[in-house]
C-alpha cells in the first residue's frame, strides 16, 4: 500500500501557493479578500492551512492572481484532494483536532526524525502499552478507540514505499515499567523487532552521555517526498499541539537530532540495550 494523498497535506500545499501567488501579484491580506468577497480574517486562515478553501474558491483566487492554464488545473486538483477525507477524520470524537493536522502529515510523510525523553513514540506502541499511556495520561473515556487510531497510524511502516523513521530514545524509557512488568517486556521485544526493519533506525541515548540539547524538548521532524511540501517540526504536551514550519526552526531541529544521533549508541548497541532491557523485565 502507497502513502494515501493526505488532505491535510494538500491544503497545506494550497494554502502556501495562494499565500505566495498574491504576494507575488502584490495584493495585501484587505485587497485580496474584498475582491474575492470574504473577510481577512478568512483568508488568513486558508493562507495559514487553519481552514480549507472549496475548488470554485480556490479558481476564483487564482483568476484575480491571473494564474491560468495548467498551473491553474493543477492547483485546483490538489484543492480537490484537500477535499477528501483521511481516515483519521473517522476518529474526530477522540482525536483533537490539533492532532489530527500532525496525523495528517504523518500519513504522507517520506521520513520521520523524533525524539522522546519519557515514552516509546506512538508508531513503536504495542497495544497494551498504548492503552496503559492513555489511561494514565487521559482516563478511559474514549480508551479503546484511542488505542485503535494509534495502531491504524502505525501502517506507515509496513506500507509498500514506508516511511524513513529514526528514533532517539532516552535510556529512561526502557527503565520506566509502564503497565508493569509484562507489558514492558512485550513492548521492548516488539521494539526490538521494528528495529530490524531496514527503514526504521532506533538508538537509544544513555544516560552516560550526560547531558544534551534536548532534555527538555521532545519533537518529531517530519519530511515530505515532494519538494513544494516544505518540512515541518511538530512539538505537542497533553492540551496543544504546535507546527513550525520556518525553515530555520527546521534547521535548527534537523542539526539537534544529528547531534542526539551522535552522542546516542550506534543501532546495533541501541538493539543490543533493547533486548538486554526486555530481559530485565522478563
Known sequence: MRPAASPTVRRRRIARELRQLRERAGMTLDVAARQLDMSKSNLSRIETAQIGIKPRDVRAALALYQVTGSDAEALIEIARGAQQRGW??????????????????????????????????????????????????????????KVAARLRRQEVLRREDPVDLSVILNEAVL????????????????????AQLPNVTIQVLPFA??????????????????????????????????????????????????????????????????????????
Open 88 to 145: 483519521w477524520q473517522n476518529y474526530s470524537d477522540v482525536l483533537p483536532e490539533w492532532f489530527e493536522f500532525y496525523v495528517g502529515l504523518e500519513a504522507e510523510a517520506a521520513a520521520l526524525r523524533t525524539y522522546e525523553a519519557e515514552s516509546v513514540p506512538g508508531l513503536l506502541q504495542t497495544e497494551a502499552y498504548a492503552r496503559e499511556i492513555f489511561r494514565r495520561t487521559a482516563g478511559e473515556d474514549g480508551l479503546e478507540r
Open 175 to 194: 527503565l520506566r515499567p509502564v503497565g508493569g512488568a509484562a507489558v514492558m517486556a512485550e513492548q521492548l521485544v516488539h521494539m526490538s523487532r521494528i
Open 209 to 282: 552521555a550526560g547531558g544534551h540539547p534536548a532534555m527538555s524538548t521532545p519533537y518529531v521532524i517530519l519530511n515530505f517526498a515532494d519538494a513544494a511540501d516544505a518540512s515541518v517540526v511538530y512539538l505537542d504536551n497533553l492540551t496543544m499541539g504546535l507546527a513550525l514550519e520556518e525553515a530555520d526552526h527546521v534547521l535548527g531541529y534537523s542539526l539537534l537530532h544529528e547531534e542526539l544521533c551522535r552522542m546516542a549508541l550506534d543501532p546495533t548497541a541501541s538493539l543490543t540495550r533493547l533486548e538486554h532491557a526486555s530481559r530485565n523485565f522478563a
